[in-house]
């Protein structure tokens, strides 16, 4: 469940959490997931260059192993060439300063096709 939010022009922001349940749990896997994530995006135009910035807190509370809470950060920064295409790069934190078991710090480089 999210809401979305626009304070201006400029900027979207979403506030949403997510649950995660194991319904059905494989003989592979035995333990049970249930796991609510919150999430914060804001998303903010770049008009100067056509482009965009967006920041995803991705946060985690796992149920299953004592309220474990971890979080992940996305940023990511791009350019639309075209009405249809764009190129985008992107940071992601970890370990590095969020103290989270996901990774430490990442980066790639993708492209934007809008169909």
């Known amino acids: ?8 022009d400029l900027n979207f922001i979403v506030t949403l959490v997510q ?7 494989d003989d592979a896997r035995p333990d049970d997931v249930r796991q609510t994530g919150p999430r914060l995006i804001w998303i903010r135009k770049l008009p100067s260059i056509g482009g965009w ?4 807190l991705k946060m985690s509370i796992d149920h299953e ?12 920064l791009g ?3 075209s009405p249809r295409v764009g190129f ?3 940071f992601f934190i970890g370990d590095e300063l969020l103290d989270t078991d996901a990774f430490d710090v990442g980066a790639g480089l993708a ?3 809008m169909y």
């Not at 910035?53 to 995803?56: G, L, S």
């Open 53 to 56: 910035f967006k920041a995803d």
């Open 1 to 8: 469940m999210g809401i979305g939010w626009v304070p201006n």
């Open 19 to 25: 649950y995660f349940h194991s319904y059905d749990t």
């Open 111 to 113: 492209v934007r096709f």
């Open 88 to 90: 985008y790069g992107e």
């Open 65 to 76: 192993d004592d309220e474990d809470f971890s979080q992940t950060l996305e940023m990511q």
């Open 79 to 81: 350019k639309m060439v």
